[in-house]
Structure formats: C-alpha cells, structure tokens
C-alpha cells in the first residue's frame, strides 16, 4: 500500500500544480512560506535526497544518512529562477526509478537500518512511511497555496 502511495505521488504533485494558474506560481501566502514553484523545486531536490537515501540504507552497512535544511537550499539556489517543469520530471524520473527497487526489497533490505543526522536510528521502513507522505503533503500544500491566493483576491506576485 505504502509503495502504491509513493509511486502515485508525482502524478498527484502535477494535477495540483497544473491545477495553479501561472500568474500565482510564484506568489507566497505568507512571507517566509513557499510559494507552489518552491514546492516543485523543494520536491525535486528532496527526492534527489531520497533516491540516494534508500540505495545507501539497504546497499551500505550502518549508513549515515544527511539531513539538510530545505528552507536554506530553497535561499540559496533561488528557487523561483530554477524551472519547474524540469523539477516536476525530476520528482516523476526518481520515483520511476526508485519504485521498482522497493517492489523487489526483501524483508531483510526492509529492516536495514542507518542513522539520520536529524532524527537518529532510521530504518528502510521508516524512509518509505517519510517518503511515501512526502508528496501528499506537498499536495495539499500546493492547493492551499492556490485557495489562499483565490481567498485573498488572486493578487500578483
């Protein structure tokens, strides 16, 4: 169930962004909040994490896995001038690639355990719970963003 999930998450991702009109991609319900480009863009590099993470946790003993700091990355590489239709088939390319790997995993890759950075012991289980919600949490974010903008009178960004 949680693989389906996962598989199904960038397909979701763009129904919802294409469902953003472009004027508001850009624009931010809250200073210091995404807007739903910076969610795309977010996605591709958090997937890009994930797609390492998972590999190193069942292939590496004892991994270390490296947290980041999503709101600095979204900063320093300036986010609204990177191009989200490339994000977007990033976050779909990874995924592709990634599924077929989970669907093979045995019950001993899925107990493979390492240490995240952040959050201590973090086991295969435990990425594909984090990973599989990702998506649909972005989801969701990307159309709060959208009935926030409608909500406040579609203002430019």
Known sequence: MLIQTY???????QAA??????????WRPEAGEFSVHEVGVHCADSETNSHGRIRYLVAEDDATIIGYDPDGWARKFAYHD???EA?????EAVRANTVPILRRMSEEDWASAGTH????AYTAEDWLRTYAAHLEE???QVQGVVAAWEAAGRPQP
Do not use: F
């Open 7 to 13: 598989a199904d998450g960038p397909a979701k991702l």
């Open 17 to 26: 962004v294409a469902e953003a009109p472009e004027a508001m991609r850009k």
């Open 82 to 84: 990177l191009p989200l």
């Open 87 to 91: 994000a977007l088939l990033t976050v």
């Open 117 to 120: 950075t952040e959050s201590g």
């Open 138 to 140: 972005h989801t969701l």
